[in-house]
């Protein structure tokens, strides 16, 4: 479809536009612990004003989450949003280069239905969504893991998608307005929803940089249930981009390439998607750029031929390289040939179109 040009949309005759629905979960669940916390009673004001189902626990165990087969309780899990608080536990951040210094947590759980999810075989139990009650603690913790005097970069999109449940929590505009009143930590997040105008006016003082996830039409079409279209998040990102004066948010942005997968006639596909990106992103902006390509565990491929049996994701060993970590797990990744191919097209691309940007890293 082609998109009226505006301030914020331009013209593609390429790229679908189509908004995400927002998640509405059939089961919205408090513990007696998050309900302790005061920010849990905005939570509930926001699911209360949206006329949910919320429910009281009697205590801090989540029940009612299993099925008769591993794809019920995917089913039932994926629409529950759960209000807990987060462990102690969750205060011990940990680093995850090559994406930031650490990260941490507003919630566990995404409502998109991606067949190559990341979180599969990462998460423990049903993959219900969880939202953590006790944010400002979380937030406030942070501070004590900035290096004074230099930039210290945290990640919070690692278990979840924030803006997927962002009109449920307002949980992400609450992380960036506290690291808008930080001197050396920065906030990352990324989505592949678009529902981003609450966020366009927020105090981000350059804190946070935006990104969205995209990917060729063959893949973003087959395998990213319930997300919005590439089309709607790149638009959603050129928001977040344009400066104030121009109606926009002003923010640093990014894109997360991924999974970047060795498909038939892939470098056309990807053209495409850079022509997209082109269209979309046609003004100077503080730009990065993040390149993963697709890989699996025989864990993740246990638990996402559970969820999806049907799919027609390439999840062939017998095709790809073995990768193995310092602790002995296993990860089957394309071999060195196809991956240097890869490699050269994306930064290609990327330095022929935005010579200006950064390419944080490719894996």
């Known amino acids: 479809m082609t998109i009226a040009q505006d301030k914020f949309n331009q013209p593609s005759s390429q790229m679908q536009v189509r908004s995400a629905r927002l998640w509405m979960p059939e089961r919205v669940i408090f513990t007696p612990a998050a309900l302790a916390e005061p920010y849990a009673q905005q939570i509930l004001a926001r699911v209360q004003a949206l006329n949910l189902p919320v429910e009281e626990l009697p205590r801090n165990r989540l029940t009612g989450l299993r099925g008769e087969s591993d794809r019920e309780t995917y089913d039932i899990a994926k629409r529950t949003l759960a209000v807990v608080t987060a462990p102690p536990s969750a205060l011990k951040l940990s680093p995850i280069p090559p994406s930031a210094d650490w990260q941490f947590h507003l ?45 210290t970069s945290f990640e919070v999109s690692c278990y979840t998608d924030p803006l997927g449940i962002e009109h449920l929590t307002g949980s992400l505009a609450e992380c960036i307005r506290h690291f808008g009143t930080r001197q050396d930590g920065y906030l990352r997040w990324v989505s592949k929803f678009d529902n981003v105008d609450s966020l366009l006016e927020l105090p981000h003082n350059g804190h946070t940089r935006c990104r969205v996830s995209v990917n060729a039409a063959p893949i ?4 990213e249930g319930g997300t919005a279209s590439v089309g709607a998040r790149l638009q959603a990102l050129r928001k977040l981009a344009l400066p104030r004066s121009q109606g926009g948010g002003g923010y640093p942005v990014g894109l997360v390439i991924a999974p ?12 495409q998607l850079f022509d997209a990106i082109s269209e979309a992103l046609d003004f100077d902006c503080d730009l990065t750029f993040e390149l993963i390509s697709h890989r699996f565990t025989p864990g993740s491929k246990e638990v996402l031929l559970s969820w999806y049996p049907q799919t027609k994701l390439d999840m062939d060993e017998s095709k790809r390289s073995v990768k193995r970590n310092k602790f002995g797990g296993t990860k089957y990744v394309y071999d060195s040939d196809t991956m240097r191919e890869l490699r050269r097209f994306f930064e290609r691309q990327i330095q022929q179109r935005f010579p200006q940007a950064k390419v944080l890293y490719w894996t």
């Open 220 to 223: 973003s079409g087959r395998f």
């Open 260 to 271: 970047i997968m060795d498909m038939e006639d892939w470098e056309s596909h990807y053209t």
């Open 107 to 151: 919630a566990e759980g995404c409502p998109a239905h991606c067949q190559y999810c990341y979180l599969a075989g990462s998460l423990q139990g049903p993959p219900v969504i969880r939202v953590f009650a006790n944010l400002p603690q979380i937030l406030a913790n942070t501070a004590s893991y900035e290096q004074p005097g230099k930039a």
